[in-house]
């Protein structure tokens, strides 16, 4: 086929991208080199609008071993461990075949991090769906969570925690981010870089399909009418080959064979090859005829661009060969030697005795567009003149039952236990909490790990929107007891050729550095999906964070449920009754605009840290920090995690009972303390100049809002977690 300026095209390229590798090339490619062309340089693949922006994150810490630009990061946890972990989107798949799109994504992400040599020890994931009254999500929910938990429960590792949203801007274009932690001692962990001459590469894994052609760029596109017709761009995944790939890879990394090893995952042999190469500044020669297929009659260019699963590939120290193809035939796998480094620092591909593609590596990489992309700068919009609320008109506990009932509120018990977030054994706080927690084997120390994202405060002000979902992740790991180490982030957005999307990409990202940096909690992996949108529709802007942090001593764990009746629940942080864009002004006043909550990261890090120091002392028997519906709807889910109730002290605040319970101020958290430790805990809030109101004492099965309101914990129960169900069961 000759290649034309329309062909490009159709691969995603525009005029002058084309232009320019012809340029390059000094002749125009062919099909198979402008398939690789179109892979290496669409959005996913070389972050061509991003890259300008990302820089500004904040990567390097004390703990920090490896930041962004490897499969994945890795951070040091002591005594000779480290973890290992990322987040990545596959939103578009999981939107035309929810249950491949999200095992796939699944699969992916895990061996991201085995690639690294690391043992995965726990799955999270973020997934948002359109309105609950629109035709498609119920079937899209329902597909997803069976994909996420049929791949990841079959290869036997836990899910641990989760997020779920639902929203009318992803009625077109829902959002899958799967996140994996993974396990490695520091002086085994394996990288990308190919390095030596004359190296044997080989394949590894299942075979090569058809499937998966063109998956990156199509997660480099917006959706139009003809999207069904995308559907052959969805991997299909098989659990039980990556957990054969997984042992195998593990047994062969106990050795000394391994130089360098990738996943195939996004553009597959393509992306995997070239950036080996690249980073080693080498050149690589493949036959593809020695690349194991599933199929007849394929193509250079359908072996190059599948993305068909669980394939690796390795470049091995030479005489090494036969020892690894030993274990990955144990192990019931393909092993093929297809290739070798050279110092050409070309990508060299061969085809029934034919050279079918002769690019060099620096074209690909180095030369990839980088576009500044213009953007416009959000305001930050008025406060409403929300009209002081007659509590009178408005029952509370009525409110209160219909935010609990919310589905962004809501128990989402009915996804969760459909994953299996107890194999392997050292899952030590489930589902449900701030932040899921699994204990490292036979030690004493344990990680906890969360993902956050708030669509609602990025759409109304990004730049804030962005701060608070990095306090949001630092939050949850705090409640928990542990000490926040570094976060990896998936940033949803729409198109970044629309200013205002790209704006709000710019920005988001600047609030994201600004609250990271602050708080010593660098970025050390990530991921960027744009084009989230059908025609001129886009997503609200949707930063996933992934916070990681380390627990000493998993016997001082923290959990939410309240433990014990007579003792003291305290609001750790300052209320000013922010009401604008909560869920009580959005849900109950139906009033869409207004700023989100401001952000004090003074305020974040000393609240975090003050609380760190209680926690360490075992002066805190249960902890939920404040977020989404605010204090009340914190307090009725301990209440409802430790069924019991609290009876809270006569109203004090400088603003009526609505704005204080159902505000959304930030840096806040609830914490429950015994009476005997009372003194010794005011005084150290006091000395360290942390805020906190007493809100109330802990009794056996009412919540008291005062003398004449109160409602049962059961009651309370019923609300937040029937809806789901309902809703699923319809």
């Not at 989760?162 to 932690?181: E, H, K, P």
């Not at 190469?277 to 072996?303: C, F």
């Not at 953007?375 to 919009?381: E, N, Q």
């Not at 708080?519 to 050390?524: A, E």
Request: glycine share 8%; net charge positive; with cysteine.
């Amino acid at each position: 086929m000759i290649v034309n300026e329309k062909i490009a095209i159709d691969h995603g390229l525009n005029n002058q991208e084309y232009k320019k590798i012809c340029e390059l090339l000094k002749r125009t490619p062919n099909l198979t080199e402008l398939g690789i062309f179109s892979a290496m340089w669409n959005e996913h693949c070389s972050y061509k609008s991003s890259r300008l922006h990302l820089k500004k994150l904040p990567t390097k810490g004390k703990q920090v071993i490896q930041g962004p630009g490897e499969n994945a990061g890795v951070v040091d946890i002591g005594d000779g461990d480290a973890i290992v972990f990322k987040i990545e989107s596959h939103n578009h798949p999981s939107f035309i075949e929810p249950y491949q799109g999200a095992a796939t994504g699944v699969g992916g992400i895990m061996r991201d991090v085995f690639t690294m040599g690391a043992r995965p020890i726990a799955n999270l994931n973020s997934i948002h769906f359109g309105s609950t009254q629109n035709k498609k999500t119920k079937n899209l929910l329902r597909g997803v969570v069976h994909g996420i938990g049929g791949y990841g429960n079959c290869i036997g590792v836990p899910t641990i925690a989760g997020q779920t949203s639902f929203d009318s801007s992803y009625n077109g274009n829902i959002l899958v981010n799967a996140m994996t932690l993974g396990l490695v001692k520091k002086n085994k962990i394996f990288y990308s870089k190919a390095t030596g001459i004359n190296k044997p590469v080989i394949y590894v894994g299942s075979k090569t399909g058809r499937d998966g052609i063109h998956g990156a760029s199509m997660a480099s596109a917006s959706f139009d009418e003809k999207i069904e017709d995308k559907k052959p761009t969805v991997q299909v995944g098989d659990p039980f080959t990556e957990k054969l790939l997984l042992e195998a890879c593990l047994e062969l990394m106990s050795g000394d064979s391994i130089i360098a090893i990738q996943d195939m995952g996004a553009a597959g042999l393509t992306s995997s090859s070239i950036e080996m190469a690249s980073k080693g500044n080498l050149g690589i020669e493949i036959n593809l005829n020695k690349v194991p297929t599933r199929e007849t009659n394929m193509t250079p260019y359908e072996i190059m661009l599948s993305e068909s699963q669980e394939r690796m590939l390795i470049v091995l120290e030479s005489g090494k060969e036969e020892i690894a193809k030993n274990i990955f035939h144990k192990w019931n796998l393909d092993f093929a030697v297809i290739g070798k480094t050279n110092n050409s620092k070309k990508i060299e591909l061969f085809f029934n005795n034919e050279k079918v593609s002769d690019i060099p590596i620096n074209i690909l990489v180095e030369n990839a567009p980088m576009y500044d992309r213009k953007w416009k700068k959000a305001k930050l919009p008025k406060k409403n003149k929300i009209k002081k609320i007659n509590q009178k008109d408005m029952n509370i506990i009525d409110v209160l039952k219909k935010i609990l009932s919310n589905p962004n509120i809501c128990s989402k018990e009915w996804i969760w236990q459909q994953y299996d977030h107890t194999v392997m054994g050292d899952t030590i706080q489930k589902p449900g909490g701030d932040s899921g927690v699994v204990r490292v084997h036979g030690t004493q120390k344990a990680i906890a790990a969360s993902v956050d994202s708030s669509a609602v405060y990025c759409w109304a002000h990004p730049l804030t929107g962005g701060k608070q979902v990095v306090c949001e992740s630092f939050r949850n790991l705090i409640s928990v007891g542990a000490k926040p180490i570094a976060i990896t982030n998936c940033l949803n957005f729409g198109s970044p050729e629309k200013e205002e999307n790209m704006g709000e990409f710019v920005e988001c990202v600047q609030g994201i550095a600004e609250a990271s940096k602050y708080l010593k909690f660098p970025v050390v992996s990530g991921n960027v999906s744009f084009y989230n949108q059908t025609k001129d529709i886009g997503i609200k802007p949707t930063p996933s964070i992934g916070g990681v942090g380390l627990i000493k001593d998993y016997t001082k764990m923290v959990t939410m449920d309240l433990k014990e009746i007579g003792n003291i629940v305290l609001v750790i942080g300052k209320t000013e009754g922010h009401i604008d864009q909560s869920i009580f002004a959005r849900n109950i006043l139906d009033e869409k605009n207004g700023p989100p909550p401001e952000v004090n990261l003074f305020n974040e890090k000393n609240n975090g840290e003050t609380l760190l120091k209680l926690s360490d002392n075992g002066l805190i028997k249960s902890a939920h920090d404040i977020s989404l519906g605010g204090i009340i709807v914190a307090l009725s889910k301990m209440c409802i995690k430790g069924n019991k109730g609290i009876y809270l002290e006569k109203s004090k605040y400088l603003m009526n009972e609505i704005d204080y319970f159902f505000s959304e101020d930030q840096g806040r958290y609830l914490i429950e303390i015994t009476k005997k430790d009372q003194e010794k805990v005011i005084d150290i809030l006091n000395k360290n100049a942390v805020h906190f109101d007493k809100l109330g004492t802990v009794n056996e099965k009412y919540l008291y809002i005062n003398d004449k309101t109160k409602v049962t914990i059961d009651e309370l129960k019923t609300s937040n977690t029937s809806w789901l169900n309902k809703y699923m069961s319809k």
